[in-house]
Nanobody
Framework: QVQLVESGGGLVQAGGSLRLSCAAS????????VGWFRQAPGKEREFVAA????????YYADSVKGRFTISRDDAKNTVYLQMNSLKPEDTAVYYC?????????????????WGQGTQVTVSS
């Protein structure tokens, strides 16, 4: 079993920055893929970024490429999402997800473990 807890969300003005954290516990050694997704009111859950644990490969949605950075701290069992140059359209609940396999990172239904989400609101 893997448990995920997101933190770091909040209210920020357009152009500002936030860093989200995803702290994992439980059987963390089994994790092979960690992703960030977001869901805004009236929209489908959207892929944001992901990282492969063994290869350290990273993936980004076109909408956030160049602005967001996913990284990890193995000692803390934590994955981060650094969000810079935030836009109002980035407003959403952000979720951390993890899986034990090398899955297609953009497909949310393939992830087995999910956090509760953290709200990010970007004002204009």
């Amino acid at each position: 079993q893997v448990q995920l807890v997101e933190s770091g969300g909040g209210l920020v003005q357009a152009g500002g920055s936030l860093r989200l954290s995803c702290a994992a516990s439980g059987r963390t050694s089994s994790i092979r893929t960690v992703g960030w997704f977001r869901q805004a009111p009236g929209k489908e859950r959207e892929f944001v970024a992901a990282i492969r644990w063994l290869s350290d490969s990273t993936y980004y949605a076109d909408s956030v490429k160049g602005r967001f950075t996913i990284s990890r701290d193995d000692a803390k069992n934590t994955v981060y999402l650094q969000m810079n140059s935030l836009k109002p359209e980035d407003t959403a609940v952000y979720y951390c997800a993890a899986d034990q396999g090398v899955i297609a990172v953009m497909r949310p239904h393939l992830y087995d473990y999910w956090g509760q989400g953290t709200q990010v609101t970007v004002s204009s």
